[in-house]
């Protein structure tokens, strides 16, 4: 470090463009696209990095990154990153995906990338609902979660279960890492930070599917204030979706 | 020259596509198709190239959409249903500027239809392969050498312009054997590079960004009136067809691929009765041949429309002809492949003045009704 | 003779169906007269009738060789069936073209034909290829035959296709495979299907 008088501790990440994000007020979408951004910096990845945004809150999220990036039909980032990647295998390729998009639509997209072992990271970003849409039940809301399309809170009995993701892949033999995390916090902020690297490393490693599914907050389709939808999550999503590794194929070592 | 070997039009296409560098291919399992997948399946390998059976035929298109974007030559293969679930991805790939190959064997339809050939997918081809304001380019070959030929004119054409083609055959072309003589291979390695790709900037460029969304209504606009300008000059420079005794036909005949086959054996069956009829094959469906069609209607009194459907390019022949030259139209669906001597039959109707669209009233046909 | 033959077939267009059970080798005896067909400068198309069945249903091939640009490749009135179970035989016999040829394999067909406007030619082609210890071979032992019977190209020009189109995995048949070419082609015709009207 040279020894200016005032040197930036922090500023934006060389990951991002210069473009500012459109996402609500408190949406923690800004913190989770940060860190993305911020790993491919730290780990040096941004000139070959390609990043794949889906339909959703992150649609225009090619915007926001200053790598390579491609926008994908509704559920199909997983297939589209599979192309990319077998195309280019010296490549990293990321997608950035919601819960609609991933679990919902897209989800024969994402169980079958995460059998093949699949080189790619999967970003998942599970708030429970379709943001950009306005509000509806989503396949992660949660048994009785108030939505648009939920008016008298979901009935699991007519709309069926909540999915967890982590879970669900981590029984798939292609998959190297499976782990939540959330950003509510700076310690979990950096845990989550941490997770995302460690993604990226399996994937240059060749390890297979990575996914870090990263627990956000909807405010503005909540109907909360950021600072209350930060303890909804708390209270609310993180017991239905406890955070922790489910895979991690180096955890023995 | 090379040596002629005998190939089924499935797989003399498969091995036309890797002589044309691509070593890309994302597919999923259906009839009459399954030649061409198991021969990349087997051949890409041996190429340094990767065949991938996809979990669906919407996650194989998306596949093709992430090559692509990655700029190497890609293809999947399907027929018809397939085609069907293909659509949005094949939507994304225009708005996207991106090429591709998409390989059709017809089959007949709606629904699961059957598996036999059938022509029934023109439409979908040439007007709505997705939704929105674009097109592809649809080649329609009618020999196992065409199939290989138009491998990789489909993708020179789709690379040349940025844009998605198809090859739209059937299961008879597919299935069947002749003789082929296959082009020299290229090597992908000598292909011009693509400076859209999304390759990984190395810290050289600004990024690149592959996408469809276009949120202001200005800018879908003006990259809506690119996209056709350049569709206006495909459709001014590519047009191909294939001309056959058409200079002193009164009547001329337009059929493609398979049922182009049939209609010829018909001709030569007329012209040994001493009727004066010729055929234009297109050859690109889109765009449509109407080059060849107008400058026809100098000489033809009259135009017949022949298909393996219920009447879908007759509109663009309706479309192309002037001077209010009468056009006529029989057809079989379903999968029925029509005989020589039926469409010989309507060859005398149309040249006896008759307007008429006829589907396979056989045995009104046969009794000259 | 036989040059006189081979001309005269090699200027005319000639439509073969083949047919039979799957697992006869129905579309490997089409490809071997394709081939010789090819081999001798001529159009040539092979078309197999294709269904969901994979195994053990009827299957039928289509094989025309011409000196102009072939149309359909379906034969629907064959010059030349070539049956090797009876219902193909029942099937398409009533297909074939006045002054047409019927060849069969007497070993699965114990038939006549009653029409007088065809020829009629069969061969024990199972019995033969199995006595001489070429099991699974009927089909090669009959396109022998058909070579006799029509001259439509010559023995070198098949072995060649026989070459050509043996699997790279199977390349010990060739030999087995010329030798129940040889088996058809020098077959003498018995008298043991007198044509009557």
Known sequence: MTAEKNPILFGRTAGLSEKVNNFCPGCLHGIAQRLVAESIDRLGLIGQTVGITPVGCAVIAYEFYSCDMVQAAHGRAPAVATGLKRARPENTIFTYQGDGDLASIGMAETIHAATRGENITVIFINNAIYGMTGGQLAPTSLPGQITQTSPYGRDVKVAGNPIRVCELLSSLDGVALAQRVTVNSPSNVRKAGKAIRKAFEYQNEGLGFTIVEILTTCPTNWGLAPNKALGWLEDNLIPYYPLGVYKDIKAGE | ?369 | MTEQLTQASQAQNLHVLLAGFGGQGILFAGKLVAYAGLLDGRQVSWMPSYGPEMRGGTANCSVCLSSDLIGSPIVTEPDVLVALNKPSYDNFVGKVKPGGLVLVDKTMIDACTLRNDIRFESIEATRLAEENELQGLANVVIVGKLLQATGFSTIPQLEIAIEKSVSEKQLWLVDHNKRALALGFEHVSGDDCKQES
């Open chain 2, 1 to 369: 020259m090379g040596e002629k070997i005998l190939m089924k039009g499935n797989e003399a296409l498969a091995e036309a596509a890797i002589r044309a560098g691509c070593r890309h291919f994302f597919g999923y399992p259906i009839t009459p198709q399954s030649e061409l997948a198991a021969y990349m399946a087997k051949y890409l390998p041996k190429a340094g190239g990767v065949y991938l059976q996809a979990e669906s035929e919407v996650a194989a298109i998306n596949m093709v959409y992430g090559a692509s974007a990655a700029g190497v030559r890609v293809m999947t293969s399907s027929s018809s249903p397939g085609i069907s679930l293909k659509g949005e991805g094949i939507s994304y790939m225009i708005g996207a500027d991106l090429p591709g190959l998409i390989v059709n064997i017809n089959r007949g339809g709606p629904g699961l239809g059957s598996i036999q050939p059938s022509q029934a997918d023109y439409w979908m081809a040439t007007r709505a392969t997705g939704h929105g304001d674009g097109q592809i380019i649809v080649l329609a070959p009618s020999t196992v050498q065409e199939m290989a030929d138009y491998a990789r004119l489909a993708f020179e054409l789709g690379d040349r312009y940025r844009m998605p083609a198809m090859i739209l055959a059937d299961g008879l072309l597919g299935q069947m054997m002749e003789p082929v003589e296959l082009p020299e291979p290229i090597d992908p390695k000598s292909l011009p590079a693509k400076d859209w790709a999304v390759t990984g900037t190395q810290g050289k460029r600004k990024n690149n960004k592959v996408n469809s969304l276009r949120l202001a209504a200005q800018d879908l606009e003006d990259a809506v009136l690119e996209r056709y300008a350049r569709y206006q000059t495909i459709k001014e420079t590519e047009q191909l067809a294939q001309l056959e005794l058409v200079d002193d036909a009164e009547v001329v005949v337009v059929a493609y691929g398979a049922a182009s086959r049939i209609v010829r054996s018909a001709i030569m069956l007329a012209r040994e009765e001493g009727i004066k009829v010729g055929m234009i094959r297109p050859i690109t469906l889109w765009p449509f041949p109407t080059q060849a069609i107008q400058a026809a209607c100098k000489t033809a009194k009259a135009f017949l429309t022949v298909e393996l459907n219920t009447g879908q390019m007759v509109d663009d022949v309706r479309l192309a002809v002037t001077q209010g030259l009468p056009v006529s139209f029989f057809g079989h669906s379903g999968g029925v492949v029509p005989t020589p001597t039926e469409v010989l039959v309507a060859i005398k109707k149309a040249l006896a003045g008759e307007l008429f669209h006829i589907l396979p009233f056989r045995s009104k046909l046969e009794a000259g009704d």
